[in-house]
């Protein structure tokens, strides 16, 4: 017979030995970087849960206060603690009610009810309901988590939880229409032995994916930043032009402007490099806030930002650049008491008119900022065919006659 194979109190011990492996890490993960709030729910799960082990796996020597009531409460509290650790590892909040429900549940029916504490099967039914129902919270709080954090482990995770929520919960079926007899203070039947194996693997599963979402979540924030400017928060040069290349590659429709700050050279040398930094902060806030679904945006150097606006051409791009210059020149920062004006210039080039090489395309907004600027500034100018041509060779302050280049139309 199966259970006569499977030893249950050799399981306890080795599922001991491995959830105390799991504690230590989860500990330095946690001692490593504070930030890491969840790190400390999910350890002090895995302690809990060697605890209960252990007590588990002593139940022959007798003490049923302490093996089968502590025990389960200990079982209990650490699945009540991993989905404290799940939600908070999500930036929600662990309710203190759900977390307690299930110990004091278990402790009020255990040391209340005759019925329970003497009748193998009716405990674990009850246990098998509270861990089920912890273990189907934790996979849903996953799962809802993939609309924030799409982590590659993320769906394998919610899963397994569910899956395994559901698998506990059999137990109770089988308690009512199998009971399990008892030997050496434990349910001694071969579902219960199978049970108590998938019970190891779940255990040892958990604590393989606790760290791998903490190692993608750092990862994640790596790759994030790598991809951000660190002062204004959004996109960097190198990021934006990756995802701008990958649109223009379709060959589709679409406009690029570039923005300069109007004597942005002036506010720091006037307010300081402080405010300086304050105004491009709330430029790039400012400007983020009006961001159409799908549009780009990104620090491009100094005071210097680029917006490419895919699936727009100039006819719609143009009026957008227009009323989003009378909003930066109606907004005005404030620094250590003092008023900053701010206005911008704006340069657009359109994929329809340049075409999809982005250099080009680049070249065309950044020669209509040029003319913006001699234009007196604070103004959107749209690059056209052939103009980019005249426009660099005044910028080199030579006659396109004089630069050898024959300009068409």
């Not at 030893?7 to 492996?21: A, E, G, P, R, W």
């Not at 290349?245 to 490099?273: C, P, Q, W």
């Not at 945006?297 to 491009?300: A, K, N």
């Not at 209509?368 to 060779?393: C, D, F, Q």
């Given at each position: 017979?199966?259970?006569?194979?499977?030893?249950?109190?050799?399981?306890?011990?080795?599922?001991?030995?491995?959830?105390?492996?799991?504690?230590?890490?989860?500990?330095q993960?946690?001692?490593?970087?504070?930030?890491?709030?969840?790190?400390?729910?999910?350890?002090?799960?895995?302690?809990?849960?060697?605890?209960?082990?252990?007590?588990?796996?002593l139940?022959?020597?007798g003490?049923?206060?302490?093996?089968?009531?502590?025990?389960?409460?200990?079982?209990?509290?650490?699945?009540?603690?991993?989905?404290?650790?799940?939600?908070?590892?999500?930036?929600?909040s662990?309710?203190?009610?759900?977390?307690?429900?299930?110990?004091?549940?278990?402790?009020?029916?255990?040391?209340?009810?005759?019925?329970?504490?003497?009748?193998?099967?009716?405990?674990?039914?009850?246990?098998?309901?509270?861990?089920?129902?912890?273990?189907?919270?934790?996979?849903?709080?996953?799962?809802?988590?993939?609309?924030?954090?799409?982590?590659?482990?993320?769906?394998?995770?919610?899963?397994?939880?569910?899956?395994?929520?559901?698998?506990?919960?059999?137990?109770?079926?089988?308690?009512?229409?199998?009971?399990?007899?008892?030997?050496?203070?434990?349910?001694?039947?071969?579902?219960?032995?199978?049970?108590?194996?998938?019970?190891?693997?779940?255990?040892?599963?958990?604590?393989?994916?606790?760290?791998?979402?903490?190692?993608?979540?750092?990862?994640?924030?790596?790759?994030?930043?790598?991809?951000t400017?660190?002062?204004?928060?959004?996109?960097?040069?190198?990021?934006?032009?990756?995802?701008?290349?990958?649109?223009?590659?379709?060959?589709?429709?679409?406009?690029?402007?570039?923005?300069?700050?109007?004597?942005?050279?002036?506010?720091?040398?006037?307010?300081?490099?402080?405010?300086?930094?304050?105004?491009?902060?709330?430029?790039?806030?400012?400007?983020?806030?009006?961001?159409?679904?799908?549009?780009l945006?990104?620090?491009?150097g100094?005071?210097?930002?680029?917006?490419?606006?895919?699936?727009?051409?100039?006819?719609?791009?143009?009026p957008?650049?227009?009323?989003?210059?009378?909003?930066?020149?109606?907004?005005?920062?404030?620094?250590?008491?003092?008023?900053?004006?701010?206005?911008?210039?704006?340069?657009?080039?359109?994929?329809?008119?340049?075409?999809?090489?982005?250099?080009?395309?680049?070249?065309?907004?950044?020669s209509?900022?040029?003319?913006?600027?001699?234009?007196?500034?604070?103004?959107?100018?749209?690059?056209?065919?052939?103009?980019?041509?005249?426009?660099?060779?005044e910028?080199?302050?030579?006659?396109?006659?004089?630069?050898?280049?024959?300009?068409?139309?």
């Open positions: 017979m199966i259970e006569d194979v499977i030893s249950i109190s050799t399981l306890m011990i080795c599922t001991f030995l491995s959830t105390m492996v799991v504690g230590i890490f989860m500990l993960v946690w001692l490593t970087d504070r930030r890491h709030a969840a790190a400390g729910y999910w350890c002090l799960s895995m302690w809990v849960g060697s605890a209960c082990t252990l007590l588990f796996a139940r022959p020597i003490l049923p206060v302490l093996t089968v009531g502590l025990g389960n409460a200990f079982a209990a509290s650490g699945y009540a603690f991993m989905w404290a650790g799940f939600r908070v590892f999500d930036r929600r662990a309710s203190l009610l759900v977390v307690l429900v299930g110990p004091l549940l278990w402790s009020v029916a255990y040391l209340g009810f005759d019925a329970v504490a003497s009748d193998v099967n009716n405990r674990i039914i009850l246990s098998s309901i509270i861990i089920a129902a912890y273990s189907g919270a934790i996979g849903i709080d996953i799962w809802r988590g993939r609309k924030v954090e799409r982590l590659p482990t993320r769906s394998i995770a919610a899963l397994f939880f569910v899956t395994h929520g559901m698998i506990y919960f059999l137990r109770v079926p089988l308690a009512i229409f199998f009971p399990a007899p008892l030997a050496d203070g434990t349910a001694h039947s071969a579902w219960f032995a199978i049970f108590s194996l998938e019970l190891f693997a779940h255990t040892i599963l958990a604590a393989v994916a606790m760290l791998v979402l903490i190692k993608e979540r750092g990862e994640a924030i790596y790759r994030q930043a790598s991809r400017d660190a002062l204004t928060g959004i996109a960097n040069r190198g990021s934006f032009l990756e995802d701008v290349r990958v649109h223009l590659s379709g060959k589709g429709e679409g406009t690029l402007m570039i923005f300069d700050l109007d004597r942005f050279k002036a506010i720091n040398d006037t307010y300081g490099h402080v405010a300086g930094d304050a105004v491009l902060k709330r430029f790039s806030a400012r400007v983020s806030s009006w961001l159409d679904e799908g549009m945006f990104c620090r491009f100094g005071e210097e930002f680029a917006l490419f606006a895919p699936g727009q051409g100039a006819e719609r791009a143009e957008f650049a227009e009323a989003l210059l009378r909003e930066i020149a109606a907004m005005s920062v404030t620094c250590e008491g003092r008023e900053i004006g701010v206005s911008v210039s704006i340069g657009l080039a359109d994929v329809a008119a340049f075409g999809a090489d982005f250099d080009r395309l680049h070249s065309a907004a950044d209509a900022l040029y003319a913006a600027k001699e234009a007196g500034r604070n103004r959107v100018m749209l690059a056209r065919p052939g103009g980019n041509l005249t426009a660099l060779a910028r080199m302050r030579i006659s396109p006659e004089q630069s050898g280049i024959s300009i068409a139309g």
